[in-house]
């Protein structure tokens, strides 16, 4: 008789317990919403296209680019080293692997920045850390760093050297007829195309 | 002695439980705002075109005047001081979610008003509107276009923000191909002439 009231307390306190915990960790890693609101109000999700191009040259092992554009767009035309995850598979669970790696710095681009930020939230709404937004996108990537005006003379020291930075990174990723480096330059591009068919094999189960 | 005991034992042990639920219930508060939308939902609603309004559809919601559509500026109160769309409703983005904004936006979407959110930057409202559609509040689009795009008919901001792409093949040609540097230089100006050619290849924002 005493054992049982004993088994029957504690089997209560048990359930007790067990409901007062459950709405936590069903929501895991989840952010609240006002959490997520103060997130979006901050811009420091933002990287340049001059920062990242820089992190690119530099062959920075824990940037990772991801083109959240469709596939056939991703493959016109894709900023080297970049991985294509369109944003409709952004939630596959492939996706997922790669969005909980810490030691990734993970980067989303379009041609602008409305679908990548649309990516980033989804992403930042899970809790993945280390996430970030290209600003511009691939269109302000392409026109500042592949297509380069020459400054006039007379213009400041800095943007003098910004000139020749993105120059510089320009005939990195796409080769200098003149100098002869085109060896070189065709690897770079043939790497990001590698890396592509990997990863498209990899998300094309969750997506269209 | 014994059998009271037993009888202690268990009346304490119920008061305990009782105790420990009461004080659960007292401590949880129920937050303002939740997620009504699963991750997966909110992004399917993304691509749905229903929920977008493109500057033209907004420009001709301004024109009919129609009361059941409500503009909502979620810009700083300093530019909307400076200057807005008539009757549109300022709720700054990072006021959104505040217990006066919520009230505001609740008694909206209960009056069946459609609400189209808009800011600096098509970036700026889709991030309310993400927000919104999430919590709750599924009468509501977004301009997928600026602020400064509804007052004026220049296409320049439009291709500033918009998701077409704007890279010029012909100039990566001539960059990658074995052509003297001179040409490439030539390229700026040429790339000028591509852009609104360029349009039409890159509509499809998604599937």
New interface residues.
């Given amino acids: ?2 054992k049982n ?1 004993i088994f029957l ?1 504690i089997l ?2 048990v359930i ?2 067990g ?2 915990i459950m709405p936590e960790t069903k929501h895991d890693n ?1 952010i ?3 959490d ?3 997130a ?2 901050d811009p420091s999700r933002f990287l340049s296209t001059d920062v990242i191009t820089d992190r690119l040259v530099k062959k920075d092992p824990t940037l990772l680019l991801i083109d959240v554009r ?1 596939a056939s ?1 991703f493959n ?2 894709s900023i080297p080293g970049a991985i294509n995850i ?3 598979s ?2 596959a669970r492939s996706t997922a692997e790669i969005m909980g790696n810490k030691d990734l710095d993970k980067v989303f681009y ?6 990548s ?2 990516a980033w ?2 992403n930042k ?2 809790g993945y850390k280390a996430i970030y937004v290209l600003q511009g ?3 302000k990537w ?2 500042t760093i ?2 380069n ?2 400054p006039a003379d007379t213009e400041p020291v800095e943007i003098i050297e910004l000139y020749q930075f993105r120059k510089g990174a ?1 005939q990195y990723f ?5 100098t002869g480096s ?1 060896k070189e ?1 065709n690897a770079a ?1 043939k790497k990001a195309v590698v890396i592509t068919k990997k990863a498209t094999g990899a998300s094309a189960g969750g ?2 | 002695m014994n059998e009271l005991n037993k009888t202690l034992r268990l009346t304490i042990a119920v008061v305990a439980i009782a105790l420990v639920f009461v004080i659960g219930l007292l401590t949880f508060q129920k937050p303002e705002v939740e997620y009504k939308l699963t991750p997966d939902v909110a992004l399917s609603h993304l691509t749905d075109v229903n929920l977008m309004v493109n500057v033209e559809q907004a420009q001709e919601i301004i024109r009919q005047n129609d009361a059941n559509m409500i503009f909502i500026d979620v810009r700083n109160p300093i530019s909307f001081g400076r200057d807005h769309i008539e009757k549109a409703i300022n709720i700054p983005l990072r006021e959104l979610l505040d217990k006066s904004s919520l009230k505001l936006l609740r008694s909206l979407n209960e009056k069946g008003k459609t609400m189209v959110i808009y800011g600096e930057t098509p970036q700026q409202a889709s991030g309310a509107w993400m927000m919104l559609q999430q919590t709750g509040f599924q009468n509501t689009k977004m301009l997928n276009g600026s602020y400064t795009e509804l007052g004026s008919k220049s296409d320049k901001t439009a291709a500033m923000f918009s998701e077409t792409p704007m890279i010029d093949m012909e100039a990566l040609k001539t960059l990658t191909s074995a052509a003297p540097v001179t040409e490439v230089q030539n390229t700026p100006s040429a790339k000028k002439t591509v852009i609104p050619a360029k349009v039409e290849t890159s509509k499809g924002g998604g599937c």
């Fill in positions: 008789m005493n009231y307390t209560a306190v007790g317990l409901i007062l989840q609240k919403p006002v997520l609101l103060i979006i109000d469709t767009q016109s035309f369109p944003l409709d952004i939630l379009s041609n602008a920045d409305v679908t930020d649309q939230i989804i709404r899970l996108g691939v269109n392409f026109n592949v297509i005006e020459i320009c796409f080769g200098n007829n003149e085109v330059s591009p997506g269209c």
